[in-house]
């Protein structure tokens, strides 16, 4: 049997999530443990001209949302990028992942051939749905769950490969 976009993104989008959901919570134990605000661990950066952590989440949420909404035909959720804290961070993950997960596996069936089109600050971007899903959404996708990782275990966070791959 082929694999299908659906067993591409599904197990990813849960995998991944579910982990950085996992580190956000060794984060707030760590600020705890430490006796400092949290929220400094939210709003931090690798570099000056990166985004922080909350919006890393963010960006690796939306990826995984638009991918199921636009490879299945659905409506991509709109999520208003206001949150500020750790709960509100892992509140947004478990929205993504409740939105990925509802969309059935036969909604995807010719997402590969289907046209993307994505308005992206750089311009406009068009994909074939195989396309998309393997050269942009995982790429990124990754890179931004890479991101999240690097900013909390730069800050002291105990992290470690297991809790990036999760399993």
């Known amino acids: 049997m082929p694999l299908t976009l659906h067993d591409i993104l599904l197990p990813t989008a849960n995998r991944f999530l579910g982990s950085l959901d996992r580190i956000l919570d060794k984060a707030v134990e760590f600020a705890a443990r430490k006796q400092f605000d949290p929220v400094v661990l939210a709003n931090a950066r690798l570099a000056p001209d990166?985004?922080?952590?909350?919006?890393?989440?963010?960006?690796?949420?939306?990826?995984?949302?638009?991918?199921?909404?636009?490879?299945?035909?659905?409506?991509?959720?709109?999520?208003?990028?206001?949150?500020?804290?750790?709960?509100?961070?892992?509140?947004?993950?478990?929205?993504?992942?409740?939105?990925?997960?509802?969309?059935?596996?036969e909604r995807y069936a010719g997402g590969e051939d289907r046209d993307i089109v994505l308005q992206t600050r750089r311009g406009e971007l068009r994909f074939q749905g195989r396309d998309y899903l393997r050269d942009f959404v995982l790429p990124n996708f990754y890179f931004h769950v890479t991101t999240a990782y690097a900013i909390l275990r730069h800050n002291g966070v105990e992290l470690g490969k297991a809790d990036f791959l999760g399993g």
């Not at 490879?71 to 992942?97: C, M, N, Q, W, Y």
């Open 50 to 105: 990166m985004f922080p952590l909350t919006r890393q989440v963010q960006i690796a949420c939306d990826l995984v949302k638009g991918a199921a909404a636009r490879l299945s035909g659905s409506e991509v959720p709109k999520h208003e990028d206001t949150e500020t804290t750790f709960p509100e961070l892992k509140a947004r993950i478990a929205k993504t992942l409740a939105f990925v997960n509802s969309v059935p596996a």
